[in-house]
């Protein structure tokens, strides 16, 4: 029996939330190990921290990135109803907020306040 097309577009959905988790645990497990090799030597050792956080985080962007693209498919495709466009829709403000969180968290400023502290205007405080 030939499968439907929900049932392909909800496959390819899950292929995509597979490949948004493996970012997150791949980019995680890279940064780690970079971070270790960083450890090991004194002359890379200072910063290391700064980075790991940086890597962890923007794999982390990068994987929500790509689940809100199975989430969005989903509802449009899968399962189009009302009730699942309001799931949706707060499954995309929390991702949004968090990313906005880790963004900042990265780069040490508000968006709007990001090119005067790389101009060297403002110094984003240490964590």
């Known amino acids: 029996m030939d499968p439907s097309y929900e049932d392909v577009i909800s496959d390819v959905v899950k292929g995509v939330e597979a490949v948004g988790a ?6 995680g497990v890279i940064a780690l190990v970079v971070y270790l090799v960083a450890v090991s030597r004194p002359e890379t050792r200072g910063g290391a921290y700064r980075r790991l956080r940086r890597s962890l985080g923007r794999a982390i962007l990068l994987g929500l990135e790509v689940l809100i693209i199975a989430d969005i498919v989903r509802t449009i495709v899968v399962d189009p109803t009302f009730e699942s466009v309001i799931v949706l829709g707060i499954i995309v403000v929390i991702r ?14 508000w968006p709007w306040r990001r090119a005067a502290v790389q101009q060297g205007g403002d110094r984003p405080r240490e964590p």
């Not at 949004?96 to 400023?109: K, M, N, P, Q, W």
Request: hydrophobic content about 60%; cysteine-free; overall charge negative.
């Open 96 to 109: 949004i907020v968090l990313s906005f969180s880790l963004e900042v968290e990265i780069d040490g400023a």
């Open 22 to 27: 493996a970012i997150m645990v791949g980019g």
